[in-house]
């Protein structure tokens, strides 16, 4: 087994049980220590962030996106604190009563948020997670194992000693906020193994990644962020405001997992919107594909295949596609969407209902981007992820979604007859 990983796995299960107990000051006081410190130290986290940009543009494969992904700025350590901020302001979901009953045995029975113990994160070149990652733990009584990609290791190296040094200010364990610093693939699959101190494992990243850990962990995984997002254009929408919901959607920030990847429009949309989208589109660099009906619409449409329509570009690429009906277009995402975040743009109060109701996606938009998908949007300070599946958490996790439950039971020396 991988030494480093299981050291420090060891010491993160010891960190887990002394954060279970800690009180949410105790917890909030830690938080707070560390935004501030992420601000005061900001040149050191730029500076390793430089070398991890410099490292990326000698990589085949290099895209601005991929830059985007890895880059930290100024304005982006400010966010980073003000999340951290912004968690320890939320209510502190542990130790909360979710009910208690009195049991004709006279017992009283009832249900409390614990936390769930180790969480272990492997993810992609976002140093952010890092840090959205620590503060979501740390709050909810968590300690966390990260394991970051080889692009980002001098920025998470970075992060994270500033991290350990605040928790250990604020009396708490340094363990609590763990980073495997080989960055070889063989440390993420030990990982995966790691029942004995992991509770929890959740990847983030591509669908590479995501299917990696899936098919190989022994450890409980949430299933998070693969995101082929689409926006479908009813007839009847507001063109206008469609146009500027789908380039915010699409350039933004083009890889991250809520951006849209699939337009759909209705046929009597087409002839109003296209001719117009496709050059704005073109004008902030991105390559339009799509099937023949709709390359009729500009001659700036490039030939789409059906694996387009399959695809999470995360780049400055969007498929399209002409649609007959809102049946159509439910129909496509339900086949091709990977039920993260999908839109529909329309003025038709019922096609909205129905667009609600059969799309099946973890959140479902009604005339606004799917950029908002997103924690710190949805007011959760930040999220470990954006989970796609159903069971235990869909959508952004935030604190509660890394809490589980504990039954307590109250008795007076009751027997069982």
Do not use: W
């Not at 500076?47 to 985007?68: R, V």
Request: hydrophobic share 40%; proline share 4%.
């Amino acid at each position: 087994m991988h030494s480093e990983v299981v050291e420090k796995a060891r010491e993160a299960k010891s960190a887990a049980r002394v954060l279970a107990s800690c009180s949410t000051a105790e917890k909030n006081r830690a938080l707070l220590l560390i935004a501030d410190a992420l601000q005061d130290k900001s040149k050191q986290i730029l500076a390793a962030n430089e070398t991890d940009l410099d490292h990326l543009k000698q990589k085949p494969g290099y895209t601005s996106a991929f830059h985007d992904r890895l880059l930290l700025t100024p304005e982006r350590i400010d966010g980073m604190a003000g999340g951290l901020r912004e968690i320890a302001a939320l209510e502190d979901p542990v130790g909360e009563i979710e009910g208690m009953s009195l049991r004709p045995s006279g017992l009283q029975i009832g249900t409390v948020r614990v936390p769930i113990g180790v969480v272990g994160i492997i993810y992609e070149a976002r140093p952010n997670v890092t840090v959205d990652a620590a503060g979501l733990t740390l709050k909810s009584g968590n300690a966390v194992i990260l394991r970051g990609s080889s692009e980002a290791i001098h920025s998470n190296r970075a992060l994270v000693a500033i991290i350990q040094e605040q928790l250990a200010e604020a009396g708490l364990p340094k363990g609590a906020v763990a980073l495997i610093e080989d960055t070889d693939r063989a440390a993420a699959r030990a990982m995966m193994r790691l029942n004995e101190y992991l509770d929890l494992l959740i990847p983030r990243g591509g669908p590479s990644l995501i299917s990696a850990v899936i098919e190989n962990s022994t450890v409980p995984v949430i299933e998070t962020g693969a995101g082929n997002c689409h926006i479908y254009v009813d007839a009847g929408a507001d063109l206008e405001n469609a146009q500027a919901i789908i380039l915010n959607a699409k350039v933004q920030r083009p890889g991250v997992c809520n951006a849209v990847e699939t337009l759909l429009v209705h046929r009597e949309a087409a002839p109003g919107l296209i001719p117009s989208l496709v050059p704005a589109l073109n004008a902030q660099g991105v390559e339009v594909r799509g099937e023949p009906a709709s390359q009729k619409f500009h001659r700036k449409i490039m030939p789409a295949t059906r694996e387009d329509y399959e695809t999470e570009f995360l780049d400055l690429i969007l498929a399209v596609k002409i649609v007959e009906n809102i049946e159509e277009a439910i129909e496509h995402i339900n086949r091709y969407g990977t039920g993260h975040s999908e839109a529909i743009l329309t003025a038709d109060y019922l096609r909205a209902r129905e667009f609600l109701a059969k799309v099946d996606a973890a959140a479902v938009y009604v005339n606004a981007s799917t950029r908002f998908t997103d924690g710190n949007e949805f007011g959760l300070g930040a999220e470990m992820g954006i989970s796609t599946q159903k069971l235990h958490a869909r959508g952004p996790m935030g604190l509660k979604e890394l809490t589980t439950l504990k039954y307590i039971i109250y008795g007076e020396g009751q027997i069982r007859p």
